[in-house]
Structures are given as C-alpha cells and as structure tokens.
C-alpha cells in the first residue's frame, strides 16, 4: 500500500491550520490517519473529539543530574555548557531542566565526576479514535525541549498504524514557524499545505515557510485563507506565488458563520461551501496524492 | 519594567498589541523574539540600523589528524557524527547543536569548531523606537540560540523598559523569552483554539512566578469564557479589544491599528495605565 501524507504548515499562527485540516479530513474520502504535530499548542483534538484507546509517555532526550553529595561548587560545568543549563547556586550546580539537552558535556569535563544523566518524562503521545478517523496527538510538558523528537514519534506511530490499517493517506496538522517541530513535521512528507492569510505578515512568513519547503525538498503549495479580510494583500499574495512559481491551491472566504461553527467545536466543512472540496481536489492533483 | 508578550496559540494579537503599545510609548525598547517569524517590524515603521550575524560553532573534521578511532561519534548524543567503523568520520551539520563535547573527546585533536550563521540581529530603529529582532536563518532549528544572543545584546541598550513580542506556543523558544522578563502579559481570544492553549500558557507563568495578566483581543468573534481560567490562576483581564475588519486591514497593510483606528488607541492607552497601575 502506498501511503501518502500531506501536512499543514503556515508559517504565522493563527491562519487556519487547525481548522483547515479538520475540514479536509472531513471530505478527504480516503482511509486515513490524522496526527497533530503541533504538539505545544495542540487544537485538533477540539473539533475531532477522539476518544482515548491508547496513552503511552515521551521521554525524549536525558538530562544532566548533579550529586549534591558530591559536588564541590567549582563551576566547570557552569563555564562548559552552551545552553546556559547548569548555574552554580549556593555553592552547588544546578540543572535548569527546561534547557538542558543531554549533550553531556558536563559529565565529561565535572572533575568530581558527580553528574550522571536521568530520563524525565516530556509529555505523553496518545491515540482515539474519531468519526473521520484515528488520531495521534500528543502534548508537550510546558517549557519543554525536544519537539522535534516528540513530533517524529508521532508521525512514526500514525505511519505504523497506516501500514497496518491499509490506510492511503496521513494528513498532519502542523506547528507554527520554521524551526525545530516545523522541520520534524515537513521532513519526508509528500505534500506541504501554507495556509497564508491576506498581511503583509502572512506574506513575510509564507516566504520562509516555502524556503523551507524548498530547504527539505517537500513540494507545496498555498491556500489563502480569510482572503476577502483584505483584497488588496490576496492580490499581493496571488501576485507573489505567481512570480515565484508557487502553486495557488484554492481560497476560503472569512465568514462569520465559520468563526461561528469552530467556536461550538464543530468542522465548518459545511460552511466553507463548495470552496472546501475543490481545494481537497487541487491538493490531491498538484501533490499527487492518488496514484 | 521588562513585559513579555505572549499567547501559546498563533495569530491572536501579540504582535498588533505590541506594536500599539511601543507606539504609545515610544521610549521603550522594542524586541522582537518571535525569531522564526519576525513581524514586528512590518507594524512599527521603517528600520534603521544595522544587521549583526549570530553564529554557533559547528563540529568540523580535520581528515589528516583522524586517527578513525570512532570516539566522536559515541559521544555525540545527536547522531550528528556518522562512523562506519573504520575510516574519517562524517559530520551532518544540519544535526550539530554545537555542544562542543567532540572536540573534547578526540584524542587526535581532529575535532574542531568553527563559527557558523544561524541567523542574525537587527539592532536600531523602527519608526524612531529603539529596536531589536533576532531572526532565524531559514533551514536552521537554533532559535532558541537566536532569542539569547538578541536577549544579550538587549542589555547593551540604555533603555531599562523592554517590550519582548514572543514566540507562539509553550515549548523552549517561549521559556527561553520568559525567562528575562518582570510580568507576562498574555493575549488571548474567545475561542476554544484560544482559551485551551491560554490554559497552557497560565501553567507555564505560574510555573516560572512571572506576574502575569490577560488581555482578551478579537472580542465579539467567539464567546468562550475564561472566568474560571482567571479565578484559579488569580490574574486579571487588563484590556478587550473588540474585534473588528477596519481594525484587521490595517494590520494587514502593515499599518498599527493605533494609529488609525481611534478605539484601538483609547484602549491601549487604558492597558499601559492598567499596566502601570498593577504592575508598579
């Protein structure tokens, strides 16, 4: 079975993302699997309301840990660490657990040898079931390292369980930016949707969420979302993809009743009318999703 | 007085927000640390300055000094080294976090580093208010490395008052901001996107002791409540601005609110004064 996934990045946050995939899911008729990668402020879970059938902790990355017993204060580690993780504080180094990332650097150069490394828990990778179904979703702990670790274990699971489902498609919700979750969602992916918004804002970052795109070497293409909130910026954006060969998968309109329909919980799939499968049409034809 | 603006979820204001409240008060400093997206600058005028590159060492190999003992490669926790048992090492730099561990494991001294762009600064003025942004080079996953080095050179500003626009959601990049600042003002709106990742972000401030306090923005285009939110992590809601389209397409031609919507600027200066109030 060929699986193919496609995932919904932005760039800005707040352009739709969470939104869109949830409508998408909703037409795609496909078998499929459904992920949230945006795994430090996940919202697909608020229109899809999946049950719980699985739940399993994220350890990520160990840590550094300081045998207070043993440690003599002398500040080596302090002045060896590039993550400003480890301060001396009242004459014993102390480990900021939110920025520590287990290079071990310490345990090599502490004189006392008194740093050892331990597992912490970073969050926990669950799985429900859904009308348009299943989901993997997983939530961070708050402040946390490793996203982009959390986020491949995710797409990891939704894959295995594509394969033994006979599932043809995975659609992933993805996280804002460009950086760390971003690259883990985008990396081997068939398919990257932008939802932009009509801003200059939306435009600044759709430019560097499509040199990404380019970067990891992941075709895409862009939706305009909002797009009668400024018809001067949307012919902005039309004009931009167009000059930089940028295909233009569809638009969505901002209407109350859309605004209206998420904030119940509901999918607006309905209220995005026809706008809504012929967008689902273009994605599977411009990122060749059927075979 | 050091104000972190932030949200957990995307696309709720931060940025409109904070660039109204630098306009009202053009004499703090202005940082963008939002460093994968940085669009602060598109709302407070034109830049004037200059650009500073942000570097981080990166592992490199010199192939006549490797005596192929393979040590680099145990070290290094992020796979970034390959070795297949025999033979020169292969450094993947897109994996290096340039925590400096292999150059301190080989015994050759092979291993070096050597200063590589992750992304740069820009140190100035915007619309004549002192201003700073780190910006993330696209292609790389440091932002973290980005938001200190702009925090660092921070410092070197006379100004004492800063306005930090922070970066989306509640992982690393927004700890890393939140760190240096005195209150969190955290911008929400009435939806459920809104008020569940608010939930996390009133977590994460409790969590870090930052005094925190709420402003709801798009009000009239959701109604979520978060009362109870209020109550059980006592902050209060300083400031609501009513969502409106005149108000969206002048953000969205890069021009504040603040300057051509007039409630928009009534409200702001009602925010500083309940800053200020509550905040002494």
Known sequence: MNIREVVIISGKGGTGKTTLTASLASVAEERKILADADVDAPNLALLLHPGESSRQPFFGMSIAEVDHARCVGCGVCEVSCRYDAIHVRDGKAVVDEGFCEGCRVCLHVCPEQCISLKTIERGTVRRGDTALGPLWHARLYLGGENTGLMVALLRKEARKEAEASGSSLIITDGPPGIGCPVTSSVTGADFAVIVSEPSRSALSDLRRAAELCGILAVPFGIVINRWNLSEELTETINETCGNEGWPVLGTIPFEEKIAEAVGAGRIPAEEMGDALPELWHAIQKTGRLKR | ????????????????????????????????????????????????????????????????KCSSCGKCAEACVYGAIAWLGAGVPVINESLCRGCGLCPRVCPPEALYEEDQVVGEIRSGTCGGISFLEGRLRVG???????????????????????????????????????????????????????????????????????????????????????????????VDILARYPFSRSAAKSGARGESPFKTDAGWAETTRFLWSEIERRFP
């Open chain 2, 140 to 234: 790389s996953v440091n932002t973290v490395r980005v938001i200190e080095e702009t925090v660092k050179k921070a410092r070197s500003f006379d100004e004492t008052n800063w306005l930090m626009d922070c970066p989306p959601g509640t992982a690393c990049p927004v700890a890393a901001s939140l760190r240096h600042a005195d209150m969190a003002l955290l911008v929400t709106e009435p939806t459920p996107f809104g008020r569940s990742d608010l939930e996390g972000m009133l977590e994460m401030t409790a969590d870090m002791r930052i005094p925190t306090a709420l402003v709801i923005n798009k009000t009239g285009m959701g109604n979520i409540v978060i009362d109870d939110l209020c109550m059980r992590f006592s």
């Open chain 2, 1 to 64: 007085m050091k104000i972190a603006v932030a949200s957990g979820k995307g696309g709720t204001g931060k940025t409109s927000i904070s660039a109204s409240l630098l306009l009202a008060r053009p004499d703090t400093l202005a940082i963008d640390l939002d460093v994968e997206e940085p669009n602060l600058s598109i709302l407070l005028g034109s830049f004037e300055g200059r650009v500073i590159p942000v570097t981080m060492p990166i592992a490199r190999i010199k192939r006549s």
